[in-house]
């Protein structure tokens, strides 16, 4: 039985199953292997507090280093000759740098000595071998010197520049932390505990853990759904926001689909548990942004090669540095060249230019209901110049409503719906209880009726009011040889121009009305073409169904181009001839139908209502059923790209820029770039990016808001 009153079937993305795997590839390193893509790319994020252990790690450390590194300042005869001031005399003050900076070496550098080490093991320079590099080469040459086999000191600056890193690395895993902290939140919508019904009617309080499919759970007001299950007693209003971004509150009555981590709002509800665990919407929804959080787009494989890349530029202009002073006889200028050049090219900044931007866009997302799969996905998105809507359950609700009443001869059209309604009340077709809703809703109390009986092909009839009344097609009038009303032929005609289905009510072989009935279009489908015309995108719908029906939804929408009554196994085709003029095409639907079309397409786009495979096929899910949402996700695309390539830009540009200052071209007239003040210049390219990406988090998404109760699959 089809049921009416909602828009379509509850659950949103309840069928979204991943390799539980994805959570073992996503998982991050520990906080001294640095094994994050904030650096190489290569490895991902998962869905634990890893981040906000790291950010603790640097957190102490940096404060620790610190406060070490004062002393090792302030007692350095270069800074005091610097400053021209007098420290004050201890004992022991010459061993002051060697003791502390030891120290802050090995304990403040830990992360970055074996990060390098990690790097070069696997034969894959990056960032953290370049820190490495550097503070090595200036801790041994500073230990050389304070035991008398060199002559150049430079603790207070290797103090300072592991301090610097430190508080670098602090605030971007702080910011990454905070990225992941929307789906680290998701976890948290599930109740630890559910009151489960016993057989006896008793009810007992379990664990979540302990559910099991086929239990039924007992969910008071304000509390929430412990897993994904089928409402079998009750009716209330839902809170599925978490889920789809929808604010509206959605009725769920006996029947109706459930997800896990929602709220029931006024009343109770009891729900027979259909999944639980890794099975639930929630977590499929978890581990497809954390497949997507670790998915690795092109700019993300631009910026890896950049980075590898700068760690050779480096390397290059660092012994070009050494060479080039030594030849002019200036070994200590050398070294602190050389050491300078190594950690102002350090690709900090540009490894973390597009990780951010990721772990910001995919969590805002998952909070608007867009469920990002692929990264490459949403990355063509802004590209996109055509959008290939499916029509049933699309742009339309995929359920009947009556749409026109006609009444002939005495009859009204109350009398009409009172009569049709009353025959169709024990009826199960959806057209049926289509028309039995809306007689209930346009007039009220209907009549009884008795012998009801479906006659296949031709419609029903039952005892109503002591006449008999039937509800039927063309069919219905041939077998009772009834011709249609002059006073009902136009109205009908035009109803079957539009592609609506016409159904007539018969009272004592007479003719006394006529129903029609249509596939709802969504008001927010014309909302959607609208904003995607505004934006120059061309829309294009496709349908099995009959060309009129398919030209009065397209003229209502004013749609672009319409393909009807295309079948199922051709839809792919159609999108390759979208794509043969040039166009660049996403596609948009929701049946198994429409899995090959959504694998084709440059992007696919799941409505959150479609079975597995329409889901496993695209690239991106929305776990509203509002067409809206694809502007949404173009959007999305378009601030991300634009966040990414303005990071990388500036990290990049920075340290190419910076690399021939810090190798001490300007020396000639004076100006010498110190190694202290290059630190704190790459941390704070590091910041700019690390802020610039946060602005992601103000970008409008425009998140779907239903105009009326709304199923949020």
Known sequence: MQRHGHTSEPAP????????????????????????????????????????DHAASFRDRFWLTLVLTIPVVVWSHHVQDLLGYQAPAIPGAAWIGPVLGSVVFFYGGWPFLTGGLQEARARTPGMMLLIATAITVAYLASMATSLGWFSQEVWWELALLIAIMLLGHWIEMRAIGQARGALAALAELLPDDAERVREDGEVEHVRVGDLAVGDLVLVRPGARTPADGEVVAGTADVDESMITGESTPV????????????????????????????????????????????????????????????????????????????????????????????????????????????????????????????????????????VLFDKTGTLTRGEHVVTGVAAAGTATPDEVLRLAGAVEADSEHPLARAIHAHAREQVGALPASSGFRSMTGRGVAAAVDGGEVAVGGPALLRERHLEVPASLTARTAAWSRRGAAVLHVVRDDEVVGAVALEDEVRDVSRQAVEQLHAAGVTVVMITGDARPVAEAVAAELDIDEVFAEVLPEDKDAKVAELQARGLTVAMVGDGVNDAPALARADVGIAIGAGTDVAIESAGIVLASDDPRGVVAVRRLSAASYRKMVQNLWW???????????????????????????????????????????????RVQLAPPVATAPASAT
């Open 13 to 52: 993305v309840r069928h979204v199953h991943h390799d539980e795997a994805a959570d073992d590839a996503a998982r991050p390193a520990a906080a001294g292997e640095r094994g994050h893509e904030g650096h190489e790319g290569r490895a991902g994020h998962g869905v634990h507090h890893d981040h906000g």
């Open 251 to 386: 009725t769920r009555r006996p029947g109706d689909r459930v997800v896990a981590g929602t709220v029931v709002a006024d009343a109770s509800l009891r729900v027979r548990v259909t999944a639980t665990g890794e099975q639930t919407a929630l977590a499929g929804i978890q581990r497809m942004v954390t497949e997507a959080q670790a998915s690795r787009s092109r700019t993300q494989v631009l910026a890896d090669r950049a980075a590898a890349l700068l760690f050779y530029v480096a390397l290059a202009a660092g012994a070009v540095t050494a060479v080039v002073w030594l030849l002019l006889g200036q070994p200590a200028f050398a070294l602190d060249r050389t050491v300078t050049v190594l950690v102002i090219a350090c690709p900090h900044a540009l490894g973390l230019a597009i990780p951010l931007v990721t772990a910001i866009s995919t969590a805002k997302s998952a909070r608007s209901g867009i469920l990002v799969k692929d990264r490459l996905a949403l990355e063509r998105m802004r590209t996109v110049d055509a």
């Open 651 to 697: 990290a990049a540009g920075y340290n190419l820029a910076a690399i021939p200052l810090a190798a001490g071209l300007l020396a000639p007239i004076g100006f010498v770039l110190p190694m202290a003040l290059g630190a704190v210049l790459m941390s704070t390219s590091t910041v700019i990016v690390a802020l610039n990406a946060q602005l992601l988090r």
